[in-house]
């Protein structure tokens, strides 16, 4: 990857940081910092639709409070209370990682990066989320939604093989996301990428970082 210009990215983070701060969606997690209700969302979030995950969250949160309380549950009164939001797989994770977290972490997750993806059924991603958003580390993160964004303000082309793209955009993630301020970065650019930077009719006269985006210029990085 050639060298980013700074002052581009500058512009990239504070054009993004200023539109998060005027209209960042309301959403229920977004009102806490505590790490096991952050990996609930994240979890939750996974190949899933906010809005169905909005239904679940709550509620299964008043059932399992604590990551204690979920790691002194069965698995299957954990399905039975993720039942209809699918992925079933999903739960059994989470409910696994939340007795390793009791039996390993004394109850807390850790705010390791090496740690946390050691965790069952958390990767990179989830992994940088929840370290950004619950612990205010400087993790970077790559969804669908940011990985679109990237893609389109940097101009970058599908040339090689999926997994060389991945990294590519992994690289480039890390290399934008702003020293202190990556879990507001991090929920802007996903939020951009789910309300206006869409995978089909994407609201360019709208987007606060049209200025610097490439989509539209053939020019790649």
């Known amino acids: 990857m050639r060298r980013l210009d700074p002052e581009r990215v500058r512009q990239l983070q504070q054009r993004l940081l200023r539109w998060y701060g005027r209209h960042a969606r309301d959403l229920p997690w977004r009102h806490t910092r505590d790490p096991y209700r952050i990996l609930v969302s994240e979890i939750m979030l996974q190949q899933t639709q906010v809005e169905r995950v909005i239904d679940y969250y709550e509620p299964f949160l008043r059932r399992y409070p604590t990551i204690e309380t979920l790691a002194a549950s069965s698995e299957p009164q954990v399905r039975e209370a993720w039942e209809g939001l699918g992925y079933y797989a999903r739960a059994r994770n989470l409910h696994r990682t939340a007795r390793q977290v009791a039996s390993e972490h004394g109850g807390k997750l850790p705010d390791d990066a090496a740690q946390m993806r050691r965790l069952p059924g958390i990767g990179r991603y989830t992994a940088g989320a929840v370290l950004s958003i619950a612990f205010g580390k400087d993790a970077a993160i790559?969804?669908?939604?940011?990985?679109?964004?990237?893609?389109?303000?940097?101009?970058?082309?599908?040339?090689g093989t999926k997994a060389r793209l991945h990294r590519r955009l992994w690289e480039l993630a890390?290399?934008?996301?702003?020293?202190?301020?990556?879990?507001?970065?991090?929920?802007?650019?996903?939020?951009l990428g789910a309300t206006i930077c869409?995978?089909?009719?994407?609201?360019c006269p709208r987007c606060p970082v049209r200025a610097v985006c490439r989509s539209t210029r053939g020019a790649g990085v």
Do not use: C, H, S, W
Not at 142 to 156: K, M, Q, Y
Not at 174 to 191: H, S
Not at 198 to 203: C, E, I, K, L, Y
């Open 142 to 159: 790559l969804d669908t939604n940011a990985a679109r964004v990237l893609r389109r303000v940097f101009g970058i082309r599908e040339r």
């Open 174 to 191: 890390e290399l934008v996301t702003p020293a202190g301020r990556a879990d507001r970065f991090n929920q802007a650019i996903m939020d």
């Open 198 to 203: 869409r995978p089909r009719a994407p609201q």
